[in-house]
C-alpha cells in the first residue's frame, strides 16, 4: 500500500542479504527476529573465510590485478612468485576486501615491473598473519580434502576430470589441490590397471 492508500500494490520481489554473523545462533538468543530469519533463508550460501579457499587466491589476485590495472594504466607487468606466495599464505582476517585492498596499495607503491612482498601493505606478511609453515602442519579439514582428494583420484583411476565432477568443482579446483597439497598421481594415488 502506498502511504495514505487502503489498496495493496503487488509486487515480486527477491531479496539477497549477506552477513558474517550466525542468524541461527542471533534468532536463538532473541537478538534477531526468526520471522525474518525464515523469510531471508530460504536457499542460504554458505561461502567459507578465505583463509579456507586458498586455491581461490591466485585466480582473486588475477582477477583484482586486471582490473586494477585498467583503471589506474601503469605499466606494471604482473605478480611476482613470491608475492604470490605472501598472498596464498596469509590469514587473511578481513578476506576478500583486504585481498583487494593489499591490491590497491600495491599500485600506489609499485611503479612499474612486477608486483613485490615490499610493495604490500606493511605488516601484511608479519609472522602472526601468516599460516605456520612445513609439511605435517595442515589443519584437520585441509588433511581431510587431501585424503579424500587422493581416494577420489584412485576411485577414478586419476582422471582429474571426474575426479572434479564428483567432488561438484571445477577441474582447475582439483589441479590446485593437487598442486596445493603435493599430490603426485605417480606418487600418491595407487591407480589400479
Known amino acids: ?11 515480486d520481489v527477491r531479496i539477497v542479504s549477506a552477513t558474517n554473523k550466525n542468524l541461527k545462533e542471533l534468532v536463538e538468543r532473541g537478538s534477531f527476529r526468526n ?4 523469510r531471508i533463508n530460504v ?16 585466480l582473486l589476485a588475477e582477477a583484482f590485478f586486471r582490473r586494477i590495472k585498467l583503471k589506474s594504466n601503469k605499466d606494471i607487468k604482473g605478480i611476482s612468485p613470491k608475492t604470490m606466495e605472501v598472498f596464498t599464505s596469509c590469514d587473511w582476517p578481513g578476506n576478500v576486501r583486504e585481498l583487494k585492498s593489499a591490491f590497491e596499495y600495491a599500485f600506489v607503491t609499485c611503479q612499474e615491473g612486477l608486483i613485490q612482498p615490499y610493495h604490500l601493505p606493511p605488516g601484511l606478511h608479519e609472522d602472526k598473519r601468516l599460516r605456520k609453515p612445513g609439511k605435517n602442519t595442515l ?6 580434502k587431501r585424503r ?20 561438484g568443482v571445477s577441474r582447475v579446483t ?14 600418491n594415488v595407487a591407480i589400479l590397471d
Do not use: C, Y
Open 43 to 58: 536457499i542460504p550460501i554458505t561461502l567459507p573465510p578465505l583463509r579456507e579457499r586458498s586455491e581461490d587466491i591466485p
Open 35 to 38: 520471522d525474518l530469519f525464515f
Open 174 to 187: 582439483v589441479w590446485n589441490r593437487m598442486k596445493k597439497f603435493g599430490i603426485d598421481l605417480k606418487r
Open 139 to 144: 589443519p584437520n579439514h585441509e588433511d581431510m
Open 1 to 11: 500500500e502506498r502511504v495514505g492508500d487502503n489498496r495493496p500494490i503487488p509486487v
Open 148 to 167: 579424500e582428494l587422493i581416494r577420489v583420484l584412485e576411485q577414478v583411476r586419476g582422471n582429474q576430470s571426474e575426479a572434479a565432477r564428483i567432488l
